[in-house]
Each structure stands twice: as structure tokens, then as C-alpha cells.
């Protein structure tokens, strides 16, 4: 029993290396632009009067993070001028990530939506846009920075930052404005101060990018001439993948796209949830934002240890099962009302669940890279896992409009069942990863 604990204990150790505390504040700075741009400005947005219809379709800004692949090549390849010798390849284009980051939410934060909300869609589209480059740079930097065994330790500490900034950027964010608000109703100054103090909380990203040490350089074919570069950015990266899984790839690449459905359909219309259930802003910030994101965090050091311990296709099984279930919980809360002791048990099970499935899915996504192409080929994993979620997320506002959201909260656990299915059949085919640098 006592060599089992220490055992344990010893496998938690991991999470105090070097690595692991400096992927928690880089974490921190890629999870802070995403709900600005999308969870916490569907509540400014309904708040404001925005109907669920327009809000459900403005969920489309997330596609930016879909198709990040396109320019992922660049990333890899292209060096920024004087930036790049003075801080490397990856750090570099951290910096301008985050750069362009803090420009659009300064510009958020000068605009009101219910009289310029095309203004504010394309504000929200240049953070969307930097945050997505900022992903492609910094996926890149956490596997370059570590082997393959200990991806899983590196993503739950980033999943612990990234879970951290949606504290902020949710709780935060709704706390800023309750406490800024100058009467009764909407007040739009009230969020506008909010979003930028969220531009200036970018600077933990900024700070530590710039005090973080570059990862070593892999150095990369050289081309003979423009067609040969062309080929060995843009193709190469995509060929490879295939060349090494042949037709395991469509198992693959299917399971990469529809994994993460459930959550992220539902997550659309969540917060307008809260809103139309008579949920109070201190109340929503309290449970949804802080104590939901600490049994996050909960579940993805939990999720990282059991992956290291079991392997990451059967937590990728538990997770796709437990994410599934817990919409159910939702459906079930949409009849209860407006009761808060609900609302935690709910949050409760979700998040936990959501934790222990993000830090498999990362350390999945990890071990399907050649280092040679880590930033493209991550980047097309991570786009892959968007794209129809989000696509399929942009009608969610047209379905509680027609069916409530009762009817909405079973059909996404519903649509999680495929995932479950293509996670069989990757076990039963017996698709094993091989280690990143024997690829």
C-alpha cells in the first residue's frame, strides 16, 4: 500500500519540473483570448439585447481557429525579421501573437455592440486570429520542449494556465463589470472597462515569452529553389503524416474531428443559458467560472497522471463517455429553473469530465507529430478538432429558438456517440504512436 502511494506521488512529482511551470503562464496566455471572443462576449452580446439567433451565428469568429492550418506552414518556416535573431523562430512569433492579440481586445474595448457590432465582430476577428497564431507558435514551443513520455505532465500544466485564464477572462471578466456597472441594466462602459483590463492581462504571455528559453532548433530541409520550398512548407508537413499512417489516417483524422463535439456545440449556449435562466452575473462568475474551472484543473491533472499510467486511448474513451453524460446533467438543469445547488453539481461533473478529456486529447494530438513539423502538423490536428464542432456550433442558437434547450442539451450528448465508436476501432487496430524523436 505504501509503495503504491509513493509510487503515485512520484508520478505527480513530474509536475514541478521547469517545463511544467513555464507551459502553466504560457498556458495562461492562450486560454485568455477564447472566451473573450467567445463564451464571456455571448453574455455581453445577449445582455446587450443581441438576439440567440445572431449570437449562435457570431460563434462562427471561432473558425479562424479551425483553419489556423493554412498559415501554420508560414509559422514553421518563415523567419520574422530582426525578431526572429533576437529571440528564435518560436518566440518571435509568440511575441506578434500577442501583439495583435492586445490590439483587438484594446479595440473591443472601445465599442459598444448594440450600436456597432460589425465593428466589434471584426475587432473580435483579430484576436481570434492572433490567438490561433499564438496556439500554432506555442504548441509548437511545448513539444519541442520535451520528450514524448512527458507530454501529458506538459499539457496538464498547460491545461491548468489555460483553465486559469478562463477564470479570468470569464469570472474576471464578469466580476469587472458588475463592480464597474453605473446603475440598473445594460452598461456598456461597465464591459468595455472589463475587456481592457483583459488586453492588459496579456502581458503574462508577453513577459514570459520573453524570460523562456528557445527550444532547440531543428534544423529543416534546405530547398533548392521556390518550388521546392513551396513544396516542403505547404505539402511536405501533410505528406508526411500520411506516408507514416497510410490509411490509419482517415481513422485517425475522423476521430480528431469529432472528439470534442459535444462540449463544444454545447458550450455555445451556455452562458446565454445562464442569462435566460435568471442567473446573475456574481452567480454565473462564482460557479461557471471559478469553481467550474478548478474541477477542470482538477480533472486535467487527473487525466494527465491516468494517461501516463493507462495510456492515452483509454482515458480518450473515458473522457469522450463522461463528456457525453454530463450534457445530459444540463438537460435535466434546464427544467429545474433558476437553482444554484443544480448549477454546481452540474458544473461540477462537466468540467471535471471536460478536464480529463482535454489533457488525453493534448497528449494524443502530441504523439501523432514529427518534430520536423510540430507546429503545421499540430496545428491541422487542433484545426481538424474545431472545424465542424464549430461550424455545427453556429446553428445552436436556431435549435433552442425552435426546441428549447432541453431538446438541445440531449441531442449533444447524442452526437457524442460516434466518438466513442472511433475510438474502438483505433484500439482495436492497434495504432501506436511511436515516440516523437524516432519518427
Not at 246 to 275: C, E, K, Q, T
Request: hydrophobic share 55%; charged share 15%; glycine share 8%.
Amino acid at each position: 500500500m505504501f509503495a503504491a502511494v509513493q509510487s503515485w506521488l512520484k508520478d505527480f512529482r513530474v509536475y514541478l519540473e521547469w517545463p511544467c511551470l513555464r507551459m502553466l503562464f504560457l498556458g495562461f496566455s492562450a486560454g485568455l483570448p477564447l472566451l473573450l471572443v467567445l463564451g464571456t462576449l455571448s453574455f455581453w452580446l445577449r445582455e446587450a439585447g443581441i438576439d440567440r439567433s445572431t449570437i449562435g451565428y457570431l460563434t462562427w469568429v471561432g473558425l479562424i481557429y479551425a483553419f489556423k492550418w493554412v498559415w501554420a506552414p508560414l509559422v514553421d518556416r518563415i523567419q520574422i525579421p530582426l525578431f526572429t535573431r533576437l529571440l528564435g523562430r518560436r518566440r518571435s512569433w509568440l511575441i506578434l501573437a500577442q501583439a495583435l492579440i492586445i490590439l483587438g481586445l484594446v479595440g473591443m474595448s472601445t465599442l459598444d455592440p448594440k450600436i456597432a457590432l460589425n465593428a466589434m465582430v471584426w475587432c473580435a476577428l483579430l484576436v481570434a486570429f492572433g490567438s490561433a497564431t499564438q496556439d500554432i507558435a506555442l504548441d509548437a514551443f511545448r513539444i519541442e520542449s520535451a520528450d514524448s513520455d512527458h507530454q501529458a505532465a506538459l499539457a496538464a500544466t498547460y491545461q491548468t494556465g489555460y483553465r486559469l485564464a478562463l477564470i479570468w477572462a470569464g469570472a474576471g471578466v464578469l466580476w469587472l463589470a458588475a463592480r464597474a456597472e453605473t446603475g440598473v441594466g445594460y452598461d456598456a462602459s461597465a464591459w468595455q472597462f472589463a475587456y481592457l483590463c483583459m488586453a492588459g492581462s496579456i502581458g503574462v504571455g508577453v513577459l514570459t515569452t520573453l524570460f523562456s528559453k528557445e527550444p532547440a532548433a531543428y534544423e529543416l530541409p534546405k530547398a533548392r529553389n521556390a518550388k521546392a520550398w513551396l513544396y516542403q512548407t505547404l505539402i511536405e508537413p501533410f505528406a508526411e503524416f500520411i506516408r507514416r499512417y497510410r490509411w490509419h489516417a482517415v481513422l485517425i483524422l475522423s476521430l480528431i474531428a469529432i472528439y470534442r463535439i459535444s462540449d463544444v456545440v454545447m458550450g455555445i449556449m451556455a452562458n446565454p443559458f445562464y442569462v435566460d435562466m435568471g442567473y446573475t452575473k456574481d452567480e454565473v462568475a462564482a460557479v461557471s467560472k471559478v469553481f467550474g474551472v478548478v474541477m477542470t484543473l482538477l480533472g486535467a491533472f487527473l487525466g494527465g497522471v491516468l494517461t501516463l499510467r493507462y495510456g492515452v486511448l483509454k482515458i480518450l474513451f473515458l473522457g469522450a463517455v463522461l463528456s457525453a453524460v454530463s450534457n445530459v446533467l444540463f438537460a435535466w438543469l434546464a427544467n429545474q429553473g433558476h437553482d444554484l445547488h443544480g448549477l454546481i453539481w452540474v458544473i461540477s461533473a462537466d468540467n471535471l469530465s471536460s478536464g480529463i478529456a482535454s489533457a488525453a486529447f493534448i497528449a494524443f494530438l502530441s504523439s501523432l507529430t514529427n518534430i520536423r513539423y510540430s507546429a503545421t502538423q499540430y496545428a491541422l490536428f487542433s484545426s481538424m478538432m474545431l472545424l465542424l464542432p464549430k461550424w455545427l456550433a453556429g446553428f445552436s442558437g436556431v435549435f433552442v429558438d425552435h426546441y428549447g434547450y432541453q431538446a438541445f442539451f440531449f441531442g449533444t450528448a447524442i452526437i457524442g456517440v460516434p466518438v466513442l465508436i472511433l475510438i474502438w476501432a483505433t484500439m482495436h487496430f492497434k495504432i501506436v504512436q511511436a515516440p516523437q524523436e524516432e519518427k
